[in-house]
Each structure stands twice: as C-alpha cells, then as structure tokens.
C-alpha cells in the first residue's frame, strides 16, 4: 500500500452519495420524492418568458447599490439625529451645571454677607463703646469745668 494521497479518480463525485458504488441518498418515503416529481410538473408548466428565479449579476448590483443608498442615507440620517440628541443633551448638562453653579455661587455669597454683617456689627458694637466711653469723658469734663465755674461764682459772690 503506498502513502500517497489518492487521485481525483478514486474519490468519489459526490459527497452525498458513492456513484461507483451505485449508492444513492436514502430517502425516508415515497412521499418527498412524489412531492419533488410535483414541484418539476409544476415547473415545467410554467411559460418560458416569466422572470427568473435567479435575478441577473446587473439587477443585483443595482438592487445592492439601492440598498447601500438606502443604508448610506440611513446612516446619515441616525448620525444627524445622534448629534441632534447629543447637543440637546450638551446643553442640558451645561444648563444643570450653570444651575448647580449659580446656586453654590449664591450659597457662598450668602455666607460671605453673612460674616461681612456679623464683622460689621461687631465693629459697630465696638464703636459704639468707644463712642459711649468719649461722650461720657466730654460729659464729665464738661461738669467739672461747670462745678469749677460754680465754685469761681461762688467764691466771688462771697466776697461781694
């Protein structure tokens, strides 16, 4: 026996069946071979200038170049939609976070005019003090340059 591989004459035509060996497919009835026999009377019934089963290579092409028109035009479509919803969506995101932001900016200057009043009234309280204990100085100033007046009085009455 050689190790060659075998020639094209000794594989069999088919990979169905073995035709040197006179082996056919086996069917399971009589029933699909009667169909099969129907579906050739049938056909063969039909008249010969009805259209192809097999559409022509040229109506393919043109039914794949409509059908990658079709697609392309799709397609350009559902990218023009993308960045319609996409920039509605952008924009949505920037006003939220414009909002976000406006809202923590006013929190803050709330804050900062919170302690800005609180520092302002401290600095008015103290004011205040200062301004108190100063008019209180200028009172008693003024008494004792009025009770020394009197006494001046006094003393020039007691001499008169």
Do not use: W
């Given at each position: 026996?050689?190790?060659?591989?075998?020639?094209v004459?000794?594989?069999p035509?088919?990979?169905?069946?073995?035709?040197?060996?006179?082996?056919?497919?086996p069917?399971?009835?009589?029933?699909?071979?009667?169909?099969?026999?129907?579906?050739?009377?049938?056909?063969?019934?039909?008249p010969?200038?009805?259209?192809?089963?097999?559409?022509?290579?040229a109506?393919?092409?043109?039914?794949?170049?409509?059908n990658?028109?079709e697609l392309?035009?799709?397609?350009?479509n559902?990218?023009?939609?993308y960045?319609?919803?996409?920039?509605?969506?952008?924009?949505?995101?920037k006003?939220?976070?414009?909002?976000?932001?406006?809202?923590?900016?006013a929190?803050?200057?709330?804050?900062?005019?919170?302690?800005?009043?609180?520092?302002?009234?401290e600095q008015i309280?103290?004011?205040?003090?200062?301004?108190?204990?100063?008019?209180?100085?200028?009172?008693?100033?003024?008494i004792d340059?009025l009770?020394k007046?009197?006494?001046?009085?006094?003393?020039?009455?007691q001499?008169?």
């Amino acid at each position: 026996q050689s190790s060659a591989l075998p020639t094209v004459a000794d594989e069999p035509a088919s990979p169905v069946r073995d035709v040197s060996e006179g082996e056919a497919y086996p069917t399971e009835s009589g029933f699909i071979a009667d169909q099969d026999m129907a579906t050739i009377v049938k056909s063969s019934t039909l008249p010969h200038d009805s259209a192809p089963r097999v559409p022509s290579l040229a109506a393919d092409e043109g039914s794949m170049q409509h059908n990658i028109s079709e697609l392309t035009a799709l397609c350009t479509n559902l990218q023009r939609q993308y960045s319609e919803l996409q920039a509605k969506f952008q924009a949505q995101e920037k006003k939220k976070l414009q909002e976000q932001i406006d809202a923590q900016v006013a929190k803050e200057l709330e804050e900062q005019q919170e302690k800005k009043n609180i520092r302002m009234n401290e600095q008015i309280a103290r004011d205040v003090e200062v301004a108190r204990i100063y008019v209180e100085e200028e009172i008693q100033g003024m008494i004792d340059s009025l009770d020394k007046s009197n006494e001046t009085i006094a003393k020039y009455l007691q001499e008169y």
